[in-house]
């Protein structure tokens, strides 16, 4: 089998954002994250991983659009970062080697 997580890359000045905006989604992020550069990575143990962070981003998000069906100002730039942090969109989690 071969391993292929991947880390989420958040930039740093989104990850401060979201730390002081969404403490409930940084929670999700802290433990594993670690600096790089002028980013964030995020390390993913799995796909279960993945999708504890993905369905956090649907609750923040959630609380975020308007009487309208918008989202608001924070919410188009929530998006936003988490959109550049998962942009590589590779599969995570394990894969069997063809024989």
């Known amino acids: 089998m071969i ?3 991947r880390p989420l890359k958040f930039r740093k000045k989104d990850y401060l954002w979201i730390r002081g905006k969404y403490p409930a989604f940084y929670n999700l992020l802290k433990n594993t994250s670690h600096p790089v550069g002028d980013e964030i990575y995020v390390e993913l143990a799995d796909q279960g991983a993945y999708d504890i962070i ?5 609750y923040v ?3 975020e659009v308007t009487d309208d069906g918008e989202l608001t100002k924070d919410g188009l730039r929530f998006e936003e970062a988490w959109d550049y942090a998962d942009r590589e969109g590779e599969m995570i989690g394990t894969k069997q080697e063809l024989i």
């Open 3 to 5: 391993k292929m997580a």
């Open 54 to 58: 993905f369905d956090g981003t649907a």
């Open 61 to 63: 998000l959630m609380d």
